[in-house]
Each structure stands twice: as C-alpha cells, then as structure tokens.
C-alpha cells in the first residue's frame, strides 16, 4: 500500500503538538502598557498630519487675505483718483439772470461754487436771455446760447445736452493765440458723434433728431459710430445716427454767428495796437478789415490800444477809433477803416 502523504503530514504535527508547552498568558498590566505606547505613536503621528494641513491652510489662507488686502488699496485708490473733481473750465462772462450750476445729482449750486470754476460731474444751464462765455482748461474758450445745458467731463471735454454752443480755439492760422491756449486737445461730445477741434471756430446746435454743425474758421473732424468726417471752413453739416446728411456753405458774416457777439469773452491783447485789435474784430465778425489808405494803416500799426474788451465787437471799435483819429464803416463785407477828416 501505498503510504499516503496528507496522513504522514498529520501525525508529525501530532507529534510535535505533544511535546510543547502552553504559552504564557501576558499580564493585562503589560498589554495595557503597551497599547498605551502604541496609542501614544498614533497621536503623535497624527497631530503631524494636522500640523502639515494646518500649516498648508494657514499660508495659503495668508496669501489669500494678502491678494484681497492688495486688490482693495488698488481699488480704493483708483477710485479715489477717478472720483477726484477734474476742473475743466472757469467762467468769463455771463450775461442774463437764469444762469444755474448743477452737481452730478442734479442740485442747484450756488454763484460762489460757479465763480471758483467748473468741474467734471457739473453740468451748467443758460435760460432764457442768458448766455455765458467760460475758459477751458484744454484751451480756447466756449460761448452758451440761451436754453443751453451743457455738461463737464473727467477728461475736459464738454458734453452737449441741449442747446447751442460755439468753441474759439483762440488760434487763427499764422497769428499769436488771443485767449489762453494749452494744448489743442478738446472735443464736444453729442448723441451722435464727438466734434475734434483743429485750430478753429464752429458751433454745434442740437435737434431732437440730429445736429447741426457749422465752422467759421480752420476745420473739425467729427468722429461717430458711422466713421469719420472732415468738415472745412465755410461748410455747415446736418448730422444724425446715420451720418451725415446735408452739407450747405456758410459766410463767415452768416446771421446766424450773430448771437456770438452777445457774449464775448474778454480778451486781454498780448499785441498792444490798434491792427491788433482790428484783426480780432474782423475775426468775431467775420468780416474782413480793409484800410482806405496808408495813413489810417499807419496809424492803426502805430498807435496803442490795449486793456479788455466789454463791448461788443462794433461798440468797442467805435470807441478805440475815435480815441486814435479813426472811424469805419461796413461796406461789401468789409470793416473800412479811414482817418478822421
């Protein structure tokens, strides 16, 4: 018979059963001391852990608050600068009594408040029979028809609400700037386009559905959604959301400059002469300045006429030709000026 290995297996381990000997129970005072040393390894490890996420989430959190701290200061400072006033114009003259300065929230601001000057967020309203003159910080000066509301931007420019307006860069081609010229940078923004300047006179009137833009002198460059537009001395456009739709010409002398010689600003002349004053003259009237002869040109280049203007145009140069021999008249679109027989 064949001996069978699974039965021999079993016999050695009886075999080796027989001879050893039970093992000692541990004492529950050992296997206490040692669960406390393994429980003590446990909770050391696992505050590591902690320590390691806590000190994760603390710089992470640090870094977090930093970030936001940072985002903060540059937002309050920026909107501390861009809420800062800008002033952008300061008022020459003004004639009539319903002249009113508005803040951003459309109250009413005192004379005193209008007198220190005009900052962004105002907006200025001229009534009826009234009109102002303001200097710009950008240079040149604008003129405010009658129940005309304009508004004061951040970046200088003005803003057309209402009404009619007409801006004098105070620069005419080849001749010393006659009111204050800082830089030529401002522009009229309307509901349909924005007017650049280039050394020039024009105005702007507003309609409900379109503007009406006119230049006197130099040239514009109207900028609008539709593209830009040139517009030349003696040209007037008629402008609405679609661009332009009429181009008419227009006479230096036209009628409707007329209103502008109601509310001159008042220039101080930095050329203390007679022909000085005559140019500026014929540049407010638009009319040409013609000398009979070489004696009345003599005189006009000779003799002195400085100081302000309060007058209209015509008024002041009848009063400064008969103070050197002068006098004038208008004839073919021309101011002649001859000697006092």
């Known amino acids: 018979m064949m001996n069978d290995p699974n039965h021999n297996s ?129 240079g040149g000066t604008l003129r405010i028809d009658e129940n005309t509301q304009i508004g004061f931007n951040a970046d200088r420019s003005i803003r057309l609400l209402d009404g009619r307006v007409y801006f004098d860069s105070g620069y005419a081609p080849g001749t010393a700037p006659i009111y204050p010229l800082h830089e030529r940078s401002f522009y009229l923004s309307t509901g349909f386009g924005e007017i650049h300047h280039l050394g ?44 332009v739709l009429l181009t008419q010409q227009i006479a230096p002398h036209d009628e409707s400059w007329a209103w502008t010689q109601q509310i001159i600003p008042s220039p101080d002349f930095d050329q203390p002469r007679v022909a000085g004053f005559l140019s500026w003259v014929g540049r407010e009237t638009g009319l040409q300045i013609r000398y009979k002869n070489s004696q009345a040109r003599n005189i006009a280049e000779t003799e002195r006429s400085v100081g302000t203007v309060n007058q209209a145009p015509l008024q002041a140069l009848e009063i400064r030709l008969q103070s050197v021999g002068l006098e004038y008249e208008i004839r073919d679109n021309q101011i002649i000026i001859s000697v006092v027989p």
């Open 10 to 138: 079993e016999q050695l381990f009886t075999e080796l059963f027989a001879h050893a000997r039970p093992r000692a129970r541990v004492s529950r005072e050992h296997a206490q001391q040692m669960f406390d040393v393994l429980h003590d390894e446990w909770q050391h490890q696992l505050k590591i852990g902690r320590k390691r996420v806590w000190t994760h989430w603390a710089v992470a959190a640090s870094l977090a608050l930093m970030f936001i701290a940072g985002v903060t200061l540059f937002m309050q400072s920026h909107m501390r600068v861009s809420e800062a006033p800008v002033k952008v114009a300061t008022l020459s003259r003004s004639v009539g009594d319903d002249l009113r300065l508005l803040d951003a929230a459309g109250e009413h601001l005192v004379g005193g408040q209008a007198q220190s000057g005009f900052n962004s967020g105002h907006r200025l309203q001229a009534g009826a029979n009234t009109r102002a003159a303001i200097e710009l910080q950008a």
């Open 200 to 243: 020039t006179q024009f105005s702007v009137q507003t309609r409900p559905d379109h503007i009406v833009v006119s230049v006197r002198e130099g040239e514009v460059a109207i900028v609008s959604e539709t593209g830009r537009t040139a517009v030349s001395v003696g040209s007037r456009v008629i402008i609405d959301s679609s661009g």
